[in-house]
């Protein structure tokens, strides 16, 4: 009975997993700053590994480094430029992933949350 | 009046006070942050000036070379014949000798000592709490500011008299640095009471539609790669940008790989306020100018936060009042502790003997 249960819930994550390819949007708030940064992304999972890309909109894409998937948390990176930005996301459902960001420039580190829903009809 | 003006004062210094002092001595610091960040760098911040500069695709090569298979994310030309071209990778900025391609090194991406003394200016290096703490303490200083110039007002000492450590030593001290400071100091904790409460401001004036510059070509996306097609070379992109803005010279170069353009920025040197707000973005398959972002387009609230800013970091006026800026931070230190002398021999004396 446990062992079907456990079987259950692998097979749940990893359906949950899979469901991150699409297109998401949602914003991030840096910690100490006062106002939301908006996020778009395109993503691609195959097996474990993760990739496609991100902005602010979807005019403005970069693409995705160093993408990985390990149940139902998500692993990345996007250079824009000066800044880097590590994405490490847990998927809530099958249309919502929050989680934690960490920028960093030369000089400096900063931390943010992340929150994304699903784009729908895209 | 006068006595409920100074001890508004005594308690607002003694609240506001320690977070004043932090405020003015991370600000004297970060009035030099790039010179700064240069000394603490120097293996890989100087260059010695040569003959011809290579071009930006021979630079790329160079850096090919030392990081195979690495794609460019963005070009940032020398500003200063002395001064490196960097060129950025995923990995952190790397410094390239544009006279002979020499690798100078890379800078990681990560905290340092003037990131953690930016964090302490901008949030006492303590997220919402210590940002919010630091704009409150701002408007203490704004109010120490006013108050201190009615107390000193009827006599008016702007010489230090009186034996080292006397009584009249800290209170002259503090009446002829307080008022020699006034000026700077009130310019600085103004622009950084702005700063701090931008966005509140520009929910009162309304915000601009597009809080850098503004559009004067409507932007377009850029073509999709045809067959058979080479996207233009950055050199090229730069020298399409520079038809568009002949007398403004280009310090930074965004790849399309990254963004989906080649965004070219432009400076026109001798403009103090927003000189640098101007961008170019080009089409990498056909090299048409798909949108152009010019500082002369921009609107007062614009102009008007950049001056605020320039005048807050001390820019304004170039080195001259970044050395004003930066003495200036050091002063409050000087007023605080001639502040406590003089709070603790007052309450001293109020003591029954």
Redesign the interface.
């Known amino acids: 009975m446990k062992k079907g249960i456990a079987a259950f819930v692998l097979i749940a994550l990893s359906a949950l997993a899979a469901d991150l390819t699409g297109n998401w949007s949602g914003s991030f708030t840096v910690e100490g700053g006062d106002h939301d940064v908006p996020q778009r992304f395109t993503l691609r999972r195959q097996g474990k590994s993760l990739s496609g890309s991100g902005g602010p909109d979807a005019g403005e894409q970069y693409p995705i480094e160093n993408g990985s998937v390990e149940g139902n948390e998500a692993t990345f990176q996007i250079t824009t430029g000066e800044w880097k930005f590590t994405y490490h996301l847990r998927q809530l459902s099958a249309d919502r992933l929050a989680g934690d960001l960490k920028l960093e420039s030369v000089n400096d580190s900063r931390t943010a949350k992340v929150s994304l829903t699903r784009v729908q009809g895209d | 009046m006068r006595r409920l003006v100074l001890n508004l004062h005594l308690a607002i210094a003694l609240l506001a006070g320690a977070f004043i002092v932090v405020l003015g001595a991370t600000g004297s610091i970060l009035a030099f942050e790039p010179q700064l960040?240069r000394l603490l760098h120097r293996d890989v911040s100087y260059v010695k000036p040569g003959v011809r500069v290579l071009s930006l695709v021979e630079i790329g090569d160079a850096v090919a070379r030392k990081y195979p298979g690495e794609p460019v994310?963005?070009y940032l030309r020398s500003d200063a014949a002395d001064l490196p071209n960097r060129v950025?990778?995923?990995r952190?900025?790397v410094s390239v000798n544009q006279y002979t391609g020499e690798i100078l090194g890379v800078?990681?991406?990560?905290?340092?000592f003037?990131?953690v003394v930016?964090?302490l200016h901008?949030?006492l290096a303590?997220?919402?709490a210590?940002?919010l703490v630091l704009k409150w303490a701002a408007d203490g200083l704004l109010f120490l500011l006013i108050s201190g110039l009615y107390l000193w007002w009827p006599a008016k000492r702007m010489r230090i008299r009186g034996s080292m450590g006397s009584p009249k030593f800290w209170f002259d001290l503090h009446s002829a640095v307080g008022i020699f400071s006034f000026l700077p100091l009130l310019a600085l904790a103004a622009s950084g009471t702005i700063l701090a409460f931008e966005?509140q401001l520009a929910s009162v004036l309304g915000k601009p539609p597009d809080s850098h510059s503004v559009q004067v070509k409507p932007?377009q996306?850029g073509s999709a790669p045809r067959p058979n097609a080479t996207e233009i070379t950055p050199d090229e992109a730069v020298a399409i940008a520079r038809r568009e803005l002949p007398d403004a010279l280009p310090y930074r170069v965004?790849m399309p790989?990254?963004?989906?353009l080649y965004v070219i920025a432009l400076e026109y040197m001798d403009h103090r306020i927003a000189g640098d707000r101007n961008s170019v973005s080009i089409d990498p398959w056909s090299g048409r100018i798909v949108a152009a972002k010019l500082a002369a387009g921009l609107g007062f609230q614009q102009r008007f936060m950049t001056a605020n800013q320039a005048i807050h970091t001390g820019s304004i006026l170039g080195t001259a009042s970044r050395i004003a800026a930066a003495l200036t931070g050091l002063l409050v230190p000087v007023q605080a502790v001639s502040g406590v002398v003089l709070w603790l021999r007052r309450r001293r004396t109020w003591q029954p003997t």
């Open positions: 960040d994310v963005a950025i990778l995923s952190g900025i800078r990681t991406r990560g905290q340092t003037l990131g930016r964090a901008v949030r303590a997220g919402e210590g940002r966005d932007p996306v965004q790989g990254y963004g989906g």
